[in-house]
């Protein structure tokens, strides 16, 4: 089991930007994504990254604001928010599977086989 850990979230006026930021113990060589949960809501899939890093997905609410990228050398993902939005506000969380990445799978959390313990995103108006 690969252990997450987050860090980077916060609290932010609406327009304003955050990074989140994922470690993991060790290696991770399949799929890695972001996911958040608002309160009184699902888990969502946020924006996920291929292996090679080369292939990005995201949730449509956030094209365009987020980018995901990830360093295999140094075993960490990020999240890099821009034009944050009051309803971007949730608990977001890393995840890690040991498969690949694929246009409509990466939103489904039954894919990860390791989730961080969450890091919380606050955008006020």
């Known amino acids: 089991q690969v252990e997450l850990v987050e860090s980077g979230g916060g609290s932010v006026q609406a327009g304003g930007s955050l990074t989140l930021s994922c470690a993991a113990s060790?290696?991770?060589?399949?799929?890695r994504a972001w996911f958040r949960q608002a309160p009184g809501k699902q888990r969502e899939g946020v924006a996920a990254v291929s292996p090679g890093g080369g292939i990005t997905y995201y949730h449509d609410s956030v094209k365009g604001r987020f980018t995901i990228s990830r360093d295999n050398d140094k075993n960490t993902v990020s999240l890099q928010m821009n034009s944050l939005k009051p309803e971007d506000t949730a608990t977001y969380y890393c995840?890690?599977?040991?498969?690949?990445?694929?246009?409509?799978?990466?939103?489904?959390?039954?894919?990860?086989?390791?989730w961080g313990q969450g890091t919380q995103v606050t955008v006020s108006s």
């Open positions: 995840a890690a599977s040991r498969e690949g990445c694929g246009t409509g799978i990466w939103r489904l959390s039954g894919v990860y086989n390791s």
């Open positions: 060790t290696g991770t060589y399949g799929c």
